[in-house]
């Protein structure tokens, strides 16, 4: 059996595609030959990432959009679906955290992370629901966080927005089930990108994230898209309202 030729044709968007995770996600749809669009807020990495995935893909292109602006996403949406001629998977990708303890947490700090992880998170697939429902079909998943599931330091915003993410991805599974929209979620553990990369300058902080993982090292970029893979292809069509956590075993502890 070969596995993943569904996906080639199919019309993807992927929020905060630019670099990181995301970035990975987007090539290997291009790969798949997908028709890929990626968004941002910075046009000069959009425009960078993009050239790589057209020169893998003609089909794929970027938009600008602010996650936190609603109108933003709102647009942003319904310009990919003029773009690509319709939308079968979305990827809700774009996050962001500010690591600060929680007597230190400023109400800026806080609606900057809700709104993008959450409140960005939700629009993002309302709008794509608006086309996604009367083609009755559709996928949507969404990367969220082990920390949904576990409590860390200087994360208490951050937390509260992953969790509610998970929480979102059940209530929009069983709202959209009857029109065969599957809604899941990935979850990563730390991830080895340029920007944990900074993170771990701080020595005690990487060795306090090992010890937290069974497996004992951080996870790649393509641990997480292989988990996008499969939720993205017809492996997983009965599989809604879940989360796949990909954290080399911290959760099971």
């Not at 968004?39 to 936190?68: F, V, W």
Request: glycine share 8%; aromatic share 8%.
């Amino acid at each position: 059996m070969t596995y993943f030729n569904e996906i080639k044709g199919q019309k993807v968007l992927v929020t905060g595609g630019s670099k990181g995770i995301g970035k990975d996600i987007a090539i290997a749809f291009a790969e798949l030959g997908a028709d890929v669009i990626i968004t941002g807020r910075d046009e000069g990495s959009l425009s960078s990432a993009a050239a790589e995935l057209k020169a893998i893909h003609p089909n794929c292109t970027y938009l600008a959009a602010d996650m936190q602006d609603v109108q933003s996403v709102y647009h942003m949406v319904d310009q990919a679906v003029s773009i690509l001629g319709g939308i079968d998977i979305l990827i809700n990708n774009a996050g962001i955290n500010i690591p600060k303890s929680a007597l230190e947490v400023t109400e800026e700090d806080w609606n900057q992370v809700l709104d993008t992880n959450l409140k960005g998170t939700f629009f993002c697939s309302q709008r794509a629901g608006k086309y996604m429902i009367p083609q009755r079909k559709g996928k949507i998943i969404n990367i969220v966080s082990q920390m949904a599931f576990v409590g860390y330091i200087k994360r208490a915003a951050y937390c509260s927005s992953k969790g509610g993410a998970v929480q979102l991805t059940k209530a929009l599974a069983v709202e959209w089930a009857p029109y065969q929209i599957k809604v899941n979620a990935v979850a990563p553990t730390f991830i080895e990108t340029e920007f944990t990369q900074k993170m771990f300058v701080d020595q005690a902080f990487y060795q306090d994230v090992l010890s937290r993982i069974p497996l004992g090292e951080l996870a790649q970029p393509s641990d997480v898209t292989g988990a996008v893979l499969f939720l993205a292809s017809n492996l997983s069509n009965f599989i809604t309202g879940e989360t796949i956590r990909v954290d080399g075993g911290w959760t099971a502890i």
